[in-house]
């Protein structure tokens, strides 16, 4: 009996001290955040590609992950949440022009085009409406035109003989000036230039400038005003957030628009964040070796962009064997291979990313060799190659060797299928558009747009990276569909792959604990739903705050 009383004097004791500590657990406040957000799902983009149901976000810093019980059981808030759609960490654009699309707002908008025709007329339009003497504009792509033809500037020239005209092709490495704007940069038959072409035809000047020859006429044109590039700036921002963009590349600036960047982000004009690449003038070195890089949460600017060779549709990339459709001619090397090493050791020695532009299986393959005579074995300089469009299957492993980013644009592949295997012929498109190849080289692989080359827009991207189709959802197969990338691959390199090739995966890229709370609502999940080009960018966020 005595054992019995003792027994229950025990459990007693033992209830009443789990109870202690249940009472004492459950006064313990919460702590107060800024925000607590609920969704279907939230992806992570961690190293395992987690989901989880909520978050908690304070000073704009992700503070907590997980369910929402265990989220609400430990902090509490004023400001709760609660989507219906899908989250995933704010895409991130690897690789296009902001400052460049930016200014194609305010010119003549030529892409989709039909015909010179229907050039001539929107140039008509615009010059209407405008009294800037010059008029530019961008976008047009000659090889989906109906009419098949040498292209010239008699049409232009004959309806605009004393307004200067340039217009480049929407891959912006061609450019087409009409006879005013060829006597105003002192063209003419005699003409030189390195890295460039200017085609001539019948003993006469077509207008066509490839590469460095644009310079002469882009040198001419005068500067837009301080108010047009702010404007312009602001303007593209917004449409790069409604679209799910929260971080955005400028793939070659000069100094006085990094500047004018960040400046606009100090006064708080300028919110979206922006990673930008250096052209190699000597004021850029000038500036960067005296001040060293730019490297805040907003803006990263440690690293310069070169060009090895020109583009694949104006024939300018460099190949190792002739174009299919154009006999004994392999494109050109905009920068000589020598001037590329020179320029790659000066940027060594600055402590600054390389990266270079290479679309040709040539260019690519003489620029990775550059880069790991300089590199010499395994590193985390982060040194990258703009585009590798076409890289023979035998020269991926310098990739490997050397620790060089591959960083490509998916939706290049679908917009450049139809005509590709023209200029490569199909016996040598093992090496186009490699992007699962490429992937498997250093087990990640940053996506971009190239806009505005391409459109801004990352589901795009994504569609292409993984399906291999275009928006009319051709061809039925995919192209070159053993290349495609995974549901969760295509993610990561719209997300933590591309912060990490922008060197600023250590605030953004996933929604991790510590990171900036950058994220993105879409109405579905594009990991499960095929048909997601319908899917809607409910909502995007920078650190916390809904835009």
């Known amino acids: 009996m005595r054992d019995l009383k003792l027994s229950q004097r025990f459990w007693f004791m033992l209830n009443g001290f789990w109870m202690v500590i249940i009472i004492a657990s459950c006064g313990q406040p919460k702590t107060n955040v800024d925000l607590i957000v609920k969704a279907k799902r939230i992806y992570l983009c961690d190293s395992n590609f987690s989901f989880t149901e909520s978050m908690a976000i304070s000073d704009g810093k992700i503070v907590a992950t997980g369910s929402y019980q265990d989220i609400t059981s430990r902090y509490s808030s004023q400001n709760e949440e609660n989507h219906k759609g899908v989250i995933f960490p704010g895409f991130i654009d ?7 699309y930016a200014l194609t707002l305010n010119r003549v908008d030529l892409k989709h085009t039909i015909d010179m025709e229907d050039i001539v007329k929107r140039l008509a339009e615009h010059a209407s409406k ?5 008029i530019t504009g961008r976008g047009w792509d000659e090889t989906k035109w109906e009419s098949q033809g040498s292209l010239t500037n008699a049409m232009i020239s004959a309806y605009f003989p004393d307004r200067p005209i340039f217009i480049k092709r929407i891959d912006g490495h061609l450019g087409l000036a009409n006879n005013k704007a060829l006597e105003l940069a002192g063209v003419n038959m005699d003409t030189q230039v390195d890295g460039g072409e200017i085609v001539k035809m019948g003993g006469r000047l077509t207008g066509v400038l490839m590469d ?11 500067e837009p005003t301080r108010e047009t590039e702010t404007s312009s700036l602001l303007k593209a ?31 708080g004009d300028l919110t979206i964040r922006l990673y930008i690449m250096a052209n190699p003038s000597e004021e850029n070195f000038a500036y960067f070796e005296k001040n060293g890089p ?3 949460p907003k803006l990263e600017v440690s690293s310069f962009k070169l060009y090895a060779d020109g583009s694949l549709g104006s024939r300018g990339a460099k190949l190792k064997e002739s174009y299919c459709d154009h006999d004994n001619y392999t ?16 940027i060594d020695k600055l402590g600054f990313q390389v990266n270079t532009h290479c679309i040709g299986d040539s260019a690519n393959r003489k620029t990775l060799e550059i880069y790991g005579s300089i590199l010499k074995g395994k590193n985390d300089k982060r040194w990258r190659i703009e585009h590798a469009q076409v890289v023979t299957p035998a020269d991926r492993a310098l990739f ?10 998916p939706t290049h592949a679908t917009s450049d299928m139809p005509w590709v295997d023209d200029r490569i012929c199909e016996d040598r498109m093992d090496g186009a558009y490699a992007y699962r190849s490429l992937l498997a080289t250093n087990g990640f692989l940053p996506l971009g747009t190239d806009f505005p080359v391409e459109e801004i827009y990352p589901l795009e991207t994504y569609f292409a990276a993984v399906h291999r189709q275009n928006k009319e959802y051709k061809p039925l197969d995919g192209f070159l569909i053993n290349e495609s990338l995974s549901p969760s691959q295509a993610v990561f390199g719209m997300t933590y792959w591309a912060a990490k090739a922008n060197k600023m995966d250590n605030n953004i890229g996933s929604l991790e604990v510590g990171k900036s709370a950058d994220f993105v609502v879409l109405d579905q999940d594009i990991t499960l739903e095929k048909y997601m080009l319908k899917t809607r960018v409910l909502n995007t966020y920078l650190e916390g705050e809904a835009l």
Not at 94 to 100: K, M, T
Request: glycine share 4%; net charge negative.
């Open 331 to 346: 494109g050109l090397w905009v920068n000589q291979p020598n001037e590329l090493r020179k320029l790659c050791n000066r």
């Open 294 to 296: 730019i490297s805040n």
């Open 237 to 267: 921002q917004d449409n790069c957030l409604k679209a799910g963009l929260t971080a955005v590349t400028d793939a070659g600036l000069d100094l006085d628009k990094i500047l004018l960047i960040d400046s606009l982000q100090k006064t």
């Open 94 to 100: 690897a690789h296009s022009h902001f400052y460049g």
């Open 212 to 222: 460095n020859a644009m310079n002469l006429i882009d040198d001419i044109i005068p």
């Open 130 to 134: 405008s009294s800037e003497l010059w």
């Open 400 to 409: 490997k060797e050397f620790s060089i980013i591959p960083s490509v644009q």
